[in-house]
């Protein structure tokens, strides 16, 4: 960038530059923060039971705003059970 003179500006005139730590990028779900959560059943047990152990853990974990929330398959096998299919 120049000033009314031509020269040039130098950056830290302008801005303060520092080193953070993140994430390299935040997953999001209709806007919100969300954490990806990928598995299978363990031999011997439905994908159904399978679903009800994730959701009742995270019940118990996480904090009271957490919310769940099925895509794909299990989004299909949700509301196929609960007669919304």
Avoid at 34 to 63: D, F, R, T
Wanted: aromatic fraction near 8%; proline fraction near 4%; glycine fraction near 10%.
């Amino acid at each position: 960038m120049r000033n009314n003179d031509g020269d040039m500006v130098p950056l830290s005139a302008l801005v303060t530059a520092r080193n953070i730590s993140g994430p390299e990028y935040t997953n999001r779900f209709n806007l919100y923060r969300a954490a990806q959560v990928i598995g299978g059943a363990a031999p011997g047990y439905s994908s159904g039971q399978a679903m009800a152990a994730l959701e009742e853990v995270a019940k118990e974990v996480a904090c009271r705003t957490f919310t769940t929330w099925h895509i794909g398959t299990m989004m299909t096998s949700s509301m196929t059970s609960q007669g919304e299919g």
